[in-house]
């Protein structure tokens, strides 16, 4: 099973700032086959980016992902008010899939 | 607009049965790999279950396994999860998960509202 470390547990920022939130898998992850979803409170996740890097329809392009084998970002330029929420990483390339624990992004 | 409706939560006693169904629209629902998705209350998410597209091919993470059953009909709706011996540790809301293609290594693109299980005596 590859599990998958995100970090920072939380982050504190204030809106126009940017972010960048890591994903540590522990063992390589197929083909980047390497996912982001936001998840707000009371709503189900949204993707944000598959493929470590390609951006999911309607996704604004201050989110941007990246990295491969085992160490993936997800970078966020500037955040806007509606950016607050939980990120998870998942990996989808190989059974069980699996999610990180995710990362909290507040306001500061 | 593709939307994900799932049904079939509620409270059950430790050991009892379940059948969640997500009854899907605005896609050809036998061309694309389907799963569930649970979020224990204030956790994070786990992933449950994947069926591919026609319904050949089925994946279960190890806390479920020998205990839930992903089903589908690929000619028609709904998608359908049957959960036996359910644990306390089954409580969650449960999510219903439209994969990015009909196999089932591929994102989730779309996800339901959820529906919340309750295994309490």
């Known amino acids: 099973e590859i599990v998958l470390t995100q970090s920072p547990g939380t982050l504190s920022l204030s809106p126009g700032e940017g972010a960048t939130l890591s994903c540590r898998a522990s063992?390589?992850?197929?083909?980047?086959?390497l996912a982001w979803y936001q998840q707000k409170p009371g709503q189900a996740p949204r993707l944000l980016i598959y493929?470590?890097?390609s951006r999911a329809t309607g996704i604004p392009d201050r989110f941007s992902g990246g990295g491969s084998g085992t160490d993936f970002t997800l970078t966020i330029s500037r955040l806007e008010p509606e950016d607050f929420a939980v990120y998870y990483c998942?990996?989808?390339?190989?059974?069980?899939?699996?999610f990180g624990g995710g990362t909290k992004v507040e306001i500061k | 607009e593709v939307q994900l409706l799932e049904s079939g939560g509620g409270l059950v006693q430790p050991g009892g049965s379940l059948r969640l169904s997500c009854a899907a629209s605005?896609?050809?629902?036998?061309?694309?790999?389907m799963g569930w998705v649970r979020q224990a209350p204030g956790k994070g998410l786990e992933w449950v279950s994947t069926?591919?597209?026609?319904?050949?091919?089925?994946y279960y993470a190890d806390s479920v396994k020998g205990r839930f059953t992903i089903s589908r009909d690929t000619s028609r709706n709904p998608l359908y999860l049957q959960m036996n011996s359910l644990r306390a540790e089954d409580t969650a809301v449960y999510y219903c998960?439209?994969?990015?293609?009909?196999?089932?290594?591929?994102?989730?693109?779309?996800w339901g509202q959820g529906t919340l299980v309750t295994v309490s005596s």
């Open positions: 063992q390589s992850v197929s083909s980047s086959y």
């Open positions: 998942q990996q989808y390339g190989s059974s069980p899939l699996t």
């Open positions: 069926i591919s597209g026609s319904g050949g091919s089925t």
């Open positions: 605005a896609f050809t629902f036998s061309s694309y790999a």
């Open positions: 998960a439209k994969l990015g293609s009909g196999w089932a290594f591929s994102p989730i693109d779309y």
């Open positions: 493929g470590a890097s």
